[in-house]
């Protein structure tokens, strides 16, 4: 297989340098130059990574293509370009639809969308894939686990729950600051925080792990200092807050989607 990559950003340098840890099938993987830096990594990390300066190079000699720039670049950046009817495509831009880019394009594509997360690059990521599609969740399950939604609701529920990634660093960078004023150091306060969240990442990943609540409760001795932080934390509006920022991102994308549909 040869993958071609438009667009050279965080997300395309993890799953470029994913694939080449996970020794995939693949004679060649294109990569756009328009990130000089990231395209220049991956072609020093591989022998199979060709740089390309022409973008319709990447569509022309692609098995399956990946586009993966900022949304609000993407028309000017790919809608002078032309593609095959019927050319395999994955898109990797929020909120931009399937319909959106045929329209631009004006071909038929055999499209799909992923979110693919940063830790595909260690081979450890979740990506959701919509619609499902074979040669997808082989790629992408050599890279972590796929789960394929069925509707566009249940995609944008995926899309939707995975930013929470900078709420999650924000809680953690608060609470080292919190440390801070204890007079731990940044750098100590951090390897804590890692080292705690990572423990229970893998508790809430085993097979016989409970739902959350259950670990919840698991994680909160009545009358404890567990109970007691999350009881705070609830009855001063955290978990409220929550739900009104998953809310207020759900709207943007429902939104961008009845606009783009």
């Known amino acids: 297989m040869r993958p071609g990559f438009i ?8 799953i ?12 060649e993987i294109l990569v756009s130059a328009r990130n000089r830096d990231v395209s220049a990594r991956l072609a020093k990390a591989s022998d199979k990574v060709r740089i390309c300066e022409d973008n319709q ?18 028309q000017a950046i790919l809608s002078p370009l032309q593609f095959r009817s019927g050319q395999h495509v994955c898109s990797l831009m929020a909120t931009l639809q ?17 979110i693919p997360l940063p830790s595909v690059a260690d081979l450890g990521g979740v990506t959701a894939i919509y619609p499902p599609d074979p040669l997808g969740e082989h790629l992408f399950g050599q890279l972590g ?3 394929a939604a069925h509707t566009i609701e249940e995609f944008d529920a995926f899309a939707i729950a ?13 609470a080292a600051g919190w440390m801070g004023r204890s007079g731990i150091d940044g750098p100590d306060a951090k390897s804590y925080l890692d080292a705690v969240f990572l423990g229970l990442a893998r508790t809430a990943s085993a097979l016989d792990a409970p739902g959350y609540p259950g670990l919840r409760r698991d994680h909160a001795t009545p009358g404890g200092l567990n109970e007691q932080m999350f009881d705070v934390f609830s009855a001063s509006g955290g978990t409220e807050a929550l739900v ?9 994308v429902r939104a961008a989607r009845a606009e783009k549909g």
């Open 7 to 14: 667009g050279a950003g965080v997300i395309t340098e993890a």
């Open 16 to 27: 470029v340098t994913g694939l080449l840890r996970a020794g995939a099938e693949m004679s």
């Open 57 to 74: 190079q990447i569509v022309d000699e692609s098995d399956l293509l990946f586009l993966a720039v900022r949304p609000q670049d993407a």
């Open 98 to 114: 399937a319909e959106t880019l045929e329209h631009w394009f004006d071909t038929e594509l055999r499209i799909f969308r992923a």
């Open 145 to 147: 686990t796929t789960v």
């Open 162 to 174: 995975s930013a929470l990634m900078a709420t999650y660093f924000g809680i953690l960078d608060t």
């Open 244 to 252: 009104t920022a998953l809310d207020r991102v759900a709207e943007r």
